[in-house]
């Protein structure tokens, strides 16, 4: 990358995604019949955007599920790809000089239907502005946009007190009903 700088970002993107496809599979090696949990992926997703990316911001991470979400074999490197994609997207875009703490929160929360991974940065973009709503965005959220798993996961983004959300949630059949724990 050092004797091409300009493909840097492009090598970053495709170190990411390939990284996300790893994680996923490394995931569901670990556990019989494949299943990966929600919370899981996405911590290893996020971390390994910061290693890959040389970014020196962390993402804060909060992981609001009160019992483990599974995720269907099949969808576990979508929704990874997708995650690493919003993530990227939001250091990417996000504001830089000046930010008070992490420049990128990330928080799963669970439903008793799903799930919701929201991924958030600061960005000046003024509150209501008209943001992508499918395919047609740039270039990091267009390939988020097709690689969402149907039917079961939706993808949503919201401007609104110097912040973008990004919305991704899940249902089945690509979350797993939510196993209990004894206890």
């Keep these: 990358m050092e004797a091409e700088p300009a493909l840097a970002p492009r090598l970053r993107a495709v170190m ?27 911590r290893a997703v996020c971390e390994g955007v910061v290693a890959i990316t040389g970014e020196h911001r962390a993402v804060d991470l909060s992981l609001d599920v009160v019992s483990p979400v599974g995720l ?4 576990a490197i ?36 799903g799930a919701c991974v929201c991924v958030h940065n600061a960005a000046d973009v003024a509150d209501g502005a008209d943001l992508p709503r499918d395919g047609n965005g740039g270039v990091g959220l267009g390939l988020a946009y097709r690689l969402l798993p149907r039917p079961g996961a939706e ?23 939510p196993r209990r724990v004894p206890g």
């Design 16 to 42: 990411g995604q390939v990284n996300a496809i790893a994680t996923a599979h490394g995931l569901q090696g670990r556990t019989p019949g494949g299943e990966s949990l929600l919370c899981e992926l996405v």
């Design 72 to 75: 269907d074999p099949g969808e």
């Design 78 to 113: 979508p929704v990874a790809l997708v995650v690493n994609e919003l993530v990227i997207n939001a250091f990417k875009h996000g504001r830089r000089d000046g930010d008070p703490g992490p420049a990128v929160a990330v928080t799963v929360t669970g439903a008793p239907d």
């Design 155 to 177: 993808l949503s983004l919201q401007a609104g007190d110097g912040r973008v959300a990004a919305r991704l949630v899940l249902r089945h059949p690509v979350v797993r009903p």
